[in-house]
Structures are given as C-alpha cells and as structure tokens.
C-alpha cells in the first residue's frame, strides 16, 4: 500500500474548496502523482498561480506556493525561475486568468522560453465569479453577462500556444488521469517553456463546453508517429473541428531564457572587468 | 575672476548643443570643478528647440543657477527665446547672422560664422558644434589639451577621417576666436581643486547605486524620461552576474520583480508615471504578501500620457496611496544626483529589511541632469538585509509570525523545511487563505507597524536634513529635486537679512514625524515649495500634522526657480513683520 500513499508527501493538508465534481479534483490528483514520480523536492518546488478557481490550487500542495493576482502567474513565474534556476517552477491557472486578463503575457514567455510548465485548465467559464463567459466559451452562449448570446469567437488554447512558439504544447483532459499525468512529467521534464492546456469541466456553471461524455466520445489520442516538430500538423490537430486530439501537439529544443541570460553575462564580461570599481571609473 | 559660472548653450535638436554642454562637463570635471546642469528635451525625436544650462563651480552647489553668465546660441530662435534670462553683465555668443531685437548695454556680444566655417571652411555642417567648443576654448580659458584628448576618445572609433575633421573644427573655432575676438568680459572656466568625483546623471546615479546596493535582477519597460536607468543596467549590471530584462509591459515587469524577490534575488524595476499607474495593483500585492521590491518612478508632467519630457512632481499621492485597500509601503524622494544613488541603496536596505515594496521617486530634470558627485559615497551606501528562518524539520513553516516585531522571518524557495504560501489574499500565520475579522485586523496592524519600526530606524538618521537658519521664523518643507533651488533661495533670503529654514525628508512614507513636529514648533510660517498643481506634499502635511502650509506649487515643466520661493520668503516675512512690527534691513 505504500505506493498509494506516496502521493500525499505532497498534499499539504489543506482542504480543496472545489465544487463537488469539479474537474480539478482530477488535475490536482495528477499533478502530485507526477511530483511523486518525479520525485521533486517539495524545498525546491514551487507553483505560481493566479485568480480564479483553478489558481486556488497551490494552497492544497506542499511547495513553495504563491496565489498572486489576476493574470499575473506567468512573470511571476518568470522572476522566480531567474532569480534561481534550479528551482522546478509550475504555474497554474484558468482560461480567463490566461487568455483574457492575462493574455497579453502567453506570447513572451512562450518566445522567451522561460523554463517553466503552465497548467492552463480549460473549463471554458468563469467559476470563482460564478458563471460568465471566458474566452474559450462556445456551446454554452447565454451566462450571465451574455444572456443573448456571445459577441467572440472563442480563443482556442493549444493553437495559441503553438503560434506563438511554445517549445512543448500538449494537450490533456482532467478525466483521463493517468494520461494527463504523464503529459505533466514531460512538461516538467521539457527544458523550456511547456504548455498544457487541461480541458475539464465546471459542475456548477458549464457542464456543456466540456461534458465529459462529449469529450470522451470525440477525444483521439495523437498517435505516436506524430512529429512534434511539425509545428503545422500540430496547429491542425489542435483547431481540428471533428475531434478532439490529446497528446504532446509540439516539442523542440531551444535555448531557454536562462541560456540566453548566461550568453549576455558572457558577452557583457568579455566587454569589462565585474566589480564596482571598474562600473564607476567611466564616469570618474 | 567668477568663483561660479552659469553657462547655457541653445539651438536646435540635432545641432550637437547637448555634446557642447556635455563636453564642458566633462572638462571641467577632470579639472576637479563642482556641476550642476539643466538640459530641456524637445518632444520630438529629430528638429526641435532644446538647450543645456551648465553651472560650473569652485564650491558645491545645489542647483543649475537662474539666470545666465555666458549665453550660447546657434541660431535666431534661440536668441529671441534666451536672451531675457541673461545677466545685466553677461556675455552673448552666437551665430554671426542672429540679430538682436534689444541690447543691454552691460552685454558682450561676440558674433561667429560657425555655420560658414563648418559648411565652406570644414566641409561638415555636422562639425559646427566643434568650431563653437573651439571659440569657446579661447573665450573662457579652457584648456585645450583635455578637450583635444577628449574628443580623440570621442570620436577614435568612427575613425581617423572624421577624427581628423573633428579636430580640425576645434582649431579653426579657437583661431577664429584669437583672431577676431578679442576677450572684453571676465569670465573663466572657475578654479577646481582636488576631489575624488563622478561625473554622473541622475539616472546613471539610480542604476550604479542600485548596482552597489546588490541589486541581481532588473526587469522593465522602456518609458520616457526613465529608460535610460534600463539601458545603463543592461549593459553594466550582466557583468556582475545580474540580469535585465525588457518586458512586455510594467506589469510583468513589476510582477517578475516580486517573482525574483520572493525567490530570493534583490529585484527593480524603474519606470514613469504611466507605468507606476499600471503597476499599482502589483504593488497591492506586495505590500499584502510582504515581498521587498524597489520601483523607481522618474515623474514627468501628467495626467496620462501628459507632457512625456518635462519635469513634475505629481505622482506624491500615487506613490503613496497607489493601490485598492490599505496597504503600506515605503516612499522616497532623493534631492539630487548623488542623493539619487543613496536613496536607491536606502530603498533597497528598507524594502530587505521590511519585506515591503519601496517607491523611490525623482523626476525628468534630475533623472537627465549631469552634476559631479563624491566618489565616496559609494563607499557608504545604507545597508541592510532580509531576516532568514531556519525552519524546523516536520514543523510546518509559520511566515506571517505574528510576534513582538512586526516583521517575521522569511524563508526562500529552496530552504529546507520553509515550504509555505505567499498571498495577495488575507491569510493567517501560515500563509492560508482566512477571511475573518480577526485575522484581517491583526494582519493589517502587523503590516502597517512595520512602518512606524522604520520610522525610528537608525538607518533613516540621515536622511532627513536641515539647512538654513536654525532661528528662522519661516520654514520650508519640501521634497526631492525642488530641496535644490530651496537651499538656493535660503541663501538669497539669508543675503537679504530674512531668516528662513529649511526640512528635507528623503523618506515621505512614513514621514519622520520627530524631526517634522520638532521644526513645525520652531517655525510661524510653512512653506511649502513643489512640482504639481494641488499641492500634494502640503496635502499630506496639512492631513497629518494639521499644520497651516503655504503652498507654492508650479506646473511649468521645468524646476522650481529660486526667485519663486525667495519672492514666498518675502511674503510670509513681511506679514510676520507686519504681525511684530519687525523691520528688516534689505540687501540687494
């Protein structure tokens, strides 16, 4: 039995305040598995999030935790993998946090590449406020703030990614578990920044976006000879209309910010001596 | 011989009128003399008016001098635009074709054809500025030798030719110069003396004392008239190990800077008035989960986008109070350029020492102003830093201890044993999410003590000065760069037998209530001398001491002028005189 209990080292105790059949249950569930296969350190583990349902989910691990604020993970993410690398940086968060108040961030650290992973789960509404739209709302039109319908097309999360140049963008669903977490230990493992979108569905506000037995009917698992490098087969199995495709969509290697900030401090030092002495004689 | 000579050259964008000036600078400082500039900026990138104002020294002086010794022009509209700020007896210099419209008789006017000698004699309009700097040699004695070394070191990289031109236009300026214009006024380049000094903006002052005070990780986004504490730091701060990166906006900047923080690292960023707006809410946060951070805030007219390149104080109440909900923070305004480089080590030494956000506000003219700063006192930047735990093993880690200091121990991601949550949510001990009254209250009260610890910190002693005549019936309170043209105007007061005085916080949250109280009890009249329209600093005053102030406020986009505050003195003195029946004798 003790394998069964080794995922608990990293529950920190405090009591999720999901909704009962909230997806979530299942993401947090496959998150700790992967850290226990993993086997992180809890000391140098640390999930970044922001606000929203999805972005309570720091509180319920043992970690370093930090719930900021609204769409705001992502640099925080960002500072704390510069100021120490060795760190395993995760940040979470939801479709709104991401996509709307937070979407102007994706694109840089996708290009920056910053070696992190980024949960985005996907529920396609907006829980913590209590049922409006999110960006990735589309079979669910009339909420509280739309009631006579949707003035956007939704934002499809996994193509955004893409095009913007994630080095590993995959895509999973809360309901297949054991999927998800290893979708999760190859983010992590990824050198760069990793993108997961994670669909799941809302108990309370929108069961349709992401009814689990639509999902599971359309869902096809990206087989194998997939080439994570095909950055245009990826987009096209990502915006694919007739099913839903779950599996690693992108995977290059690049260098990551942490590279490129060695190469500055190498080129700078080749420029000048390091001390502050030598700053201050330019202006002597 | 002039002790002190304030000096103005004027043109147009582009014409090289900021390389004269600087040259200057630079000269003199090798020759150990004090400086203080003033430079404006035409709003756009190419063409428009602009000049430097050079105030050169034997003593230390606190600001770029009013009005002008020794007049520089290149062309008509800077004569017709600077002609009313010369002396009775100064000196014009300027383009052989500008005319004047009047004539003072006390005036020495010396006329040059720079445009003719750089276009026929050099064959490069772009060397004018040289021929001037070449009359200039000749006219006020400077010495040559420097200014050819100089320009050699200028000019060796885009090679011998235009180094041979260069050269070439400082001879012919200085020849024209023995040749036609012999010398009928007094003034010298003044005599310097032996100091160890830096020739520094205040934005280069920003960024090396940040440098000094140990900060790794700067994160920011170009603005107007604070990018170039960016640009310095990214090319200099990489050597010491550290990091600059240009985010895509000042909310990621801000945020990678509390990302950075809490992870350890001592973090910046620096940015204008329209970036600190975006920032507020981060800054909430930081002040909430109690995360150090230093943030500069180089203030220019506002609101919005407002007047990008002219110099205001109005973002006092931003600074303050930026941010929904109660949530303390640090705030500073050094008052000169190498005040610049203590208070942003300050900043850092507060903000460890607290694990607060620190706002360090200055403005367009100081960030720009070049002035000759101690050497030393990079030798005695304020130093302070974080409190670390040592957690416990198996015992979960408390980080809002709640204790007889206000501030708890922290541990960094990577401690053993300190795992813990960091919120902008109200939380307990613990870090855990908690909404109740109690804990609400209490967590408040813990951050805001943290402030009234500070205020009595050893480490502040020196921040806070006086300056002027201890008797004075009037006193001043002022802040950040207007403290300049204040000690200049209580030396004018001073000559002309009133007595004032003068306080200069470089901490205005939390205010040093001490020494304030103590000088509003020695003091009949406040005067109150700052860059924005309501008068924000006399506000806050007003709200917390509930003293009468007299404001004297100016939104002109250019500093306060000594006469301005003299002409408040000699106000306030004549209806204290009037109350007391008090004659003073006047001098000039």
């Known amino acids: ?86 760190l395993t940086v995760v940040a979470v968060g939801g479709d709104g946090d991401g996509l709307a108040i937070g979407g102007g961030h994706l694109p840089h650290i996708a290009r920056n590449n910053v070696d992190i992973t980024y949960l985005l789960f996907n529920n396609a509404i907006y829980g913590m406020t209590k049922g409006q739209f999110s960006p990735t709302t589309v079979l669910y039109p009339v909420t509280k703030t739309s009631p006579f319908g949707l003035a956007g097309e939704a934002i499809n999360p996994s193509a955004l990614a893409i095009v913007y140049g994630a080095s590993f963008v995959a895509r999973g669903f809360s309901v297949k578990k054991e999927h998800l977490k290893e979708l999760i230990i190859q983010a992590i493992n990824h050198r760069g920044f990793s993108f997961v979108e994670v669909l799941s569905s809302c108990s309370s506000f929108n069961t349709t976006d992401m009814n689990v037995a639509r999902i599971i009917k359309g869902l096809k698992m990206i087989p194998e000879d997939h080439n994570p490098q095909d950055a245009l087969e990826a987009l096209r199995l990502a915006t694919d209309q007739k099913k839903i495709h779950l599996g690693v969509l992108v995977r290059n290697q690049r260098p990551t910010l942490e590279d490129k900030f060695q190469e500055m401090r190498h080129k700078a030092r080749g420029k000048g001596a390091a001390n502050l002495e030598a700053l201050l004689a330019q202006f002597a | ?162 180094l041979d031109h260069n050269l070439d236009a400082l001879q012919r300026g200085f020849d024209f110069g023995q040749r036609h214009l012999a010398k009928k006024d007094s003034y010298r380049l003044p005599k310097g ?65 509390a990302g950075a923080s809490w992870a350890g690292g ?80 300050l900043a850092f030494a507060v903000a460890e020492k607290y694990q607060l956000p620190v706002i ?32 416990a093993d198996g015992v979960p880690f408390v980080r809002y201890q709640l204790g007889e200091s206000a501030v708890s121990p922290t541990a960094v991601p990577g401690t053993p044993g300190g795992e813990h949550m960091v919120t902008g949510m109200e939380h307990d001990e613990r870090g855990n999410f908690a909404c109740d009254d109690e804990t609400h209250t209490a967590m408040t009260v813990k951050r805001f003590r943290k402030l009234a610890a500070l205020e009595s910190d050893p480490l502040l002693s020196e921040f806070c000065t006086r300056l002027g005549d201890e008797d004075g019936e009037i006193g001043i309170v002022t802040w950040g760069s207007s403290a300049g043209p204040v000690e200049e105007a209580l030396g004018v007061a001073k000559a002309m037998g009133i007595s004032a005085q003068a306080i200069i916080p470089r901490v205005l949250n939390p205010l040093p209530h001490k020494q304030l109280k103590s000088f509003f009890s020695k003091v009949k009249r406040i005067i109150v001398p700052e860059l924005n329209f309501l008068g924000q600093f006399a506000t806050l005053l007003r709200s917390t001491y509930r003293v009468p102030t007299i404001s004297l406020t100016k939104i002109k986009g250019v500093p306060l002028a000594p006469s301005e505050i003299v002409e408040k003195i000699v106000e306030a003195d004549s209806m204290l005189s009037a109350r007391s029946k008090k004659v003073y004798g006047r001098v000039g």
């Not at chain 2, 603005?223 to 090319?235: D, H, K, R, Y």
């Not at chain 2, 941010?323 to 005040?339: E, K, L, Q």
């Not at chain 2, 003219?365 to 006192?377: D, G, K, N, W």
Request: glycine fraction near 8%; charged fraction near 20%.
């Open chain 2, 266 to 345: 001592k973090s910046m960023t620096s940015t204008s008035g329209p970036g600190l707006s975006l920032m507020s809410e981060t800054i909430g946060l930081l002040s909430m989960a109690e995360i150090p951070a230093v943030i500069v805030d180089s203030q220019r007219g506002g609101p919005s986008t407002g007047m990008p390149t002219k110099t205001e104080q109005s973002d006092l109440f931003l600074a303050l109070y930026g941010s929904h909900g109660d949530a303390p923070r640090a705030v500073m305004a050094p008052t000169s350029v190498s005040d610049s480089a203590r208070v942003t080590a």
């Open chain 1, 1 to 86: 039995m003790e394998e069964l209990d080794k995922p608990c080292e990293y529950l920190s105790g405090v009591c999720p305040v999901w909704c009962p059949g909230c997806g979530y249950y299942g993401i947090l569930s496959a998150l700790v598995e992967a850290f226990t296969e993993l086997n992180l350190p809890t000391k140098e583990l640390t999930l970044i999030s922001g606000i929203g349902c999805s972005s309570r989910l720091p509180y319920f691990v043992k970690a370093y935790g930090f719930h900021s604020i609204h769409g705001r993970g992502l640099p925080i993410a960002q500072g704390v993998k510069t100021a120490n690398p060795h």
């Open chain 2, 360 to 391: 360090v506000l200055v403005d367009q003219a100081l960030s720009a102003r070049l002035e000759t700063v101690e050497r030393q006192i990079f030798e005695r930047l304020p130093q302070a830093s974080r409190v670390h735990a040592m957690p």
């Open chain 2, 193 to 257: 003396s032996d100091w160890k000094r830096l020739l520094m903006t205040g934005n280069e002052a920003i960024a090396a004392g940040a440098a000094a005070a140990g900060m790794k990780y700067f994160f920011g986004y170009p603005i107007t008239p604070a990018s170039e504490i960016m640009e310095w730091l990214a090319v200099h701060l990489p050597k010491m190990g550290g990091v600059v990166l240009q985010t895509e906006d000042e909310i990621s900047a801000i945020c990678s800077v």
């Open chain 2, 1 to 162: 011989m002039h002790s002190d000579l304030i000096l103005r050259i004027a043109g147009e964008s582009g014409e090289g009128v900021i390389t004269i000036g600087e040259t200057l600078c630079k000269i003199a400082a090798r020759e150990g003399i004090h400086i203080v500039t003033f430079r404006t900026f035409p709003a756009e990138i190419k063409g428009g008016a602009c000049m430097i104002q050079v105030r050169l020294s034997e003593r230390r002086i606190p600001y770029h001098g009013e009005r002008v010794d020794f007049l520089v022009c290149l062309n008509q509209e800077a004569v017709e635009e600077n002609l009313p700020n010369l002396k009775e007896h100064g000196v014009l210099l300027c383009e052989a074709e500008c005319e004047l419209a009047e004539k003072n008789p006390g005036w020495t006017v010396y006329k040059v054809p720079f445009d003719r000698i750089a276009t026929r004699e050099i064959g490069s309009r772009i060397s004018k500025n040289i021929v001037v700097l070449g009359t200039l040699s000749h006219l006020l004695a400077l010495p040559k030798e420097t200014i050819e070394k100089f320009i050699s070191e200028k000019f060796a990289r885009k090679g011998k030719a235009v």
